[in-house]
């Protein structure tokens, strides 16, 4: 049984950081892509950042400058690095992997159950 567990959101001022985590448990051989959406209120999930096996970063462009995204492939864990944070970053941020290889097969695409993030003015 594959689980992402979020970790790492609160509530914060304008202008601070944040350090979210999620760690991929269960039996894994290997994950292709692991990343970051948020999903705001009356919004729809949107990707914020996402890296795959060869280290291989992308940013929305929003969060460009500002997060920073890395992953340890061996602890099957990735993590967002959010500074500057703005009201505007409010939102349920969503763990998500793809392709993860499993003695028991393929999983194409997995989710953690999101962790809170609130910035306040």
Aim: proline share 3%.
């Amino acid at each position: 049984q594959v689980q992402l567990v979020e970790s790492g959101g609160g509530l914060v001022q304008a202008g601070g950081s944040l350090r979210l985590s999620c760690l991929a448990s269960g039996s894994i051989y290997s994950i292709n892509v692991m990343g970051w959406y948020r999903q705001a209120p009356g919004k729809q999930r949107e990707l914020v950042a996402s890296i795959t096996s060869a280290m291989t970063a992308m940013y929305a462009d929003s969060v460009k400058g500002r997060f920073t995204i890395s992953r340890d492939k061996a602890k099957n864990t990735v993590f967002l690095q959010t500074n500057s944070l703005k009201p505007e970053d409010t939102a349920v941020y969503y763990c998500n992997a793809k392709g993860i290889t499993t003695p028991r097969g393929y999983l194409p695409d997995y989710w953690g159950q999101g962790t809170q993030v609130t910035v306040s003015s």
